[in-house]
């Protein structure tokens, strides 16, 4: 259980890693398409479909936050690692 877990927020984070790619990419999109844009040789839907894309891709970068968040808990779980340390656990 502990391995699959682990695995679990191995992929996770790997994801993480894959949507924070894909953010920079798109705004660096956006931005090519407004200087584009800006100089005559674009039209303002290509700017508006990059800035579509890229609040899609921030979108998909907090779920994959929220999933990795989530599969660090069941991990932590797994392990019997109290997730609060803060806070007692409960007997």
Known sequence: ???EAYLMALL???NVLRDEA???AATEMVRTSQARFEA????QATVQRAEAERAMARRELVMAQNDEAKAMLSLKAAMGINPHPA???PI
């Open 1 to 3: 259980m502990v391995r």
């Open 12 to 14: 996770a984070r790997e």
């Open 22 to 24: 894909r953010v920079a």
């Open 40 to 43: 005559g040789k674009d039209i």
């Open 87 to 89: 806070m007692p656990r």
